[in-house]
């Protein structure tokens, strides 16, 4: 026998213990909740995380201030580009630098369309696991369009790290108009009929209305943030409370729910994702269509290298196609020119000897990105809430401590609490209303 | 109330628990003796200063080079939209300091997390124990003298039932 838990020590000797997860069908994530039971009624509840415990913040601390990006994709897998922008900030703010107004447009399309998209994950598993199988395809569906309008200009769909130290990695897709436009009349199309099928439904309704309350006090206790602490009446976001990129030039409202119950983070996340796509409207109109790039022949890289061996190769290179948007001509737009924090261009690692000299300087040991010594705390507003990095530099191209406040820490500690006195079904939404993702709670 | 007021405010309000006030990237940075913490902290949590939200709480590791660990707090308050840094140091040797425990209620996990992590002991903790890793686990992974890619020992089969 392995040492008891809190629960196995407190239990009444007639009281059943049950144990839901570590892998339970029908809890996303893997989290293991024992319950103490008389009958249906939860006695007692205990909480165990770290299941996804992976050394995120130990492996930084091996890793270099560029290379450690893609470990912050898998944090929040759901809205990935919205922890490189934390990350991306928080050392943009110890570099000192500011990046271009292009880039940061693109920032924010790119966190709105990651925050729908989160929002959608969650409420599509909360309305699964609550028999509402439709709900689900119908999310699943919108949250594609959105992916697929990701993947157009990232690359890639969940693990994207296109939001870079100083901007972002490529200029936006040449069809990303429509493919963001598509998105959101998707999206708009499938909120409309998901509030038909659920708003009123006396099922839901049943298992969400006054399940799970939790006062505004006790959230602020908890620290919650995020669409759960709206859902109880504080109108707290990180994008109004301390704008950052361009939020503080658009129009968006910031939805707050009134009894904190199951139902009230449903409709706050909801709204919020009606806020957002009303963001992406208006970043798209701000956003201008890129200048078509000269035509001219291209060469190949190793034709490039070949040819600059005898004479500077003066013919632009052609990338490989995951590269498209990221040439040379785009990057002043893309990408900081206050300090060297971006990967220098291909074209010129490819035909100049400085340029490869350059390549060299960025991605040596000792070289490259290095903040200069002191700690750091930013924030931005994620798909569950504040996502903050506190990071301490010692001056060296490696993070001496680099700590994620991830925001669904916070609102699963209040788990135990909200699931006491009620009874075994209300687990399920509840832990659903609270959109748990295991890439952040156990880092 | 201007960031110079409330500063000052803060310094007669918590008297000699205040070591020092600092800046660093523009976050504002107290740094208070570790005896101190609990109360410095409850202080803090009430009006004028009404740092309502205990926002992180994290551990860094000074060991190898100054002997300490310091305990990283993040406060912030939502009626002034501010947010604030308190550090406490503790020898490395015996590292421990008081608990927030009923002071805010995410203190528990937060305290266990930094427990597991760095092996920080919290007085008045009424759960003290491992929070990401397991019971059995050995060491302390984010200290700095525990290697990154040591393996731990396998956990044996269970005989039980």
């Avoid at chain 1, 969940?158 to 939001?163: G, L, P, R, V």
């Avoid at chain 2, 020898?91 to 528990?108: I, K, Y």
Wanted: with cysteine; net charge neutral.
């Amino acid at each position: 026998m392995g040492p008891l838990t809190r629960i196995q020590r407190e239990a009444r000797p007639e009281s059943m213990l049950v144990n839901m997860g570590p892998s339970h069908p029908a809890m996303h994530g893997t989290i293991r909740v024992m319950l103490e039971l008389d009958a249906e009624r939860i006695l007692n509840a205990e909480v165990e995380v770290g299941y996804l415990h992976r050394g995120f913040e130990k492996t930084c601390e091996h890793k270099t201030w560029f290379s450690l990006l893609p470990y912050t994709d898998r944090l929040n897998y759901v809205s990935p580009l919205i922890n490189n922008l934390a990350y991306a900030m928080t050392v943009e703010k110890m570099l000192g630098v500011s990046v271009p107004e292009r880039a940061r447009l693109i920032r924010v399309l790119m966190s709105e369309m990651s925050r729908v998209s989160d929002h959608l994950t969650c409420l599509a598993a909360m309305a699964m696991e609550c028999g509402a199988f439709t709900v689900f395809l119908y999310m699943m569906k919108a949250r594609e369009f959105l992916w697929d309008a990701i993947e157009l200009t990232a690359g890639a769909r969940m693990t994207t790290s296109y939001i870079r130290i100083g901007g972002v990695r490529a200029d936006l897709h040449s069809d990303w108009r429509a493919s963001v436009a598509a998105a959101v009349a998707e999206t708009r199309k499938v909120l409309k009929d998901v509030a038909g099928l659920l708003d009123r439904n006396i099922i839901f309704l049943g298992r969400t209305r006054d399940v799970a309350v939790m006062s505004k006090e006790d959230a602020l206790s908890f620290g919650w943030t995020g669409p759960c602490l709206r859902s109880t009446g504080v109108p707290y976001d990180v994008r109004k409370a301390s704008p950052y990129l361009v939020y503080d030039r658009l129009d968006f409202e910031v939805p707050v729910g009134e009894r904190g119950d199951n139902y009230d983070r449903y409709t706050v996340r909801m709204r919020e994702m009606e806020q957002s796509l009303r963001l992406l409207e208006q970043v798209a109109a701000l956003l201008a269509d890129a200048p078509p790039l000269q035509p001219g022949p291209e060469i190949e890289p190793a034709e490039a290298v070949r040819r600059s061996r005898a004479v500077r190769a003066d013919s632009p290179v052609r990338l490989s196609p995951n590269l498209e948007g990221s040439e040379r001509a785009r990057l002043g737009g893309l990408m900081t020119r206050d300090k060297p924090v971006g990967v220098p261009p291909k074209e010129a690692t490819y035909t100049t000897m400085e340029g490869l000299i350059d390549h060299f300087l960025f991605f040596m040991g000792g070289k490259g990105i290095r903040p200069p010594k002191g700690d750091a705390y930013f924030s931005v507003e994620g798909g569950n809430g504040e996502v903050g990095f506190y990071i301490v530099s010692d001056g060296t191209d490696r993070p001496y401590r680099l700590h994620l406040r991830a925001p669904c820490f916070h609102v699963v500690a209040a788990l135990e609490g909200l699931i006491k006195g009620r009874l075994v079904a209300d687990v399920i939404p509840t832990f659903g209303s609270m959109n748990m993702i295991g890439g952040e709670l156990d880092r | 109330m201007g960031p110079e007021t409330l500063i000052e405010k803060i310094r007669t309000g918590l008297g000699e628990a205040l070591a020092s006030v600092g800046e660093s990237f523009g976050d504002t940075v107290l740094t208070v003796e570790a005896a101190a913490v609990r109360s410095a902290l409850a202080a803090l949590r009430e009006a004028p200063f009404d740092y309502a939200v205990l926002l992180d709480l994290t551990c860094v590791d000074f060991a190898a080079a100054e002997g300490r660990f310091e305990l990283v707090y993040h406060l912030y308050s939502l009626s002034r939209n501010v947010r604030l840094r308190v550090k406490a140091s503790v020898p490395a040797a015996d590292p421990a300091v008081a608990s927030l425990s009923g002071l805010w209620r995410n203190a528990d996990w937060l305290e266990r997390e930094v427990f597991d992590m760095f092996g920080v002991r919290f007085e008045g903790h009424p759960d003290l124990r491992r929070l990401l890793t397991y019971e059995g686990f050995e060491g302390h992974p984010l200290r700095k003298s525990y290697p990154w890619r040591l393996a731990q020992p396998r956990i044996p089969m269970r005989e039980d039932g």
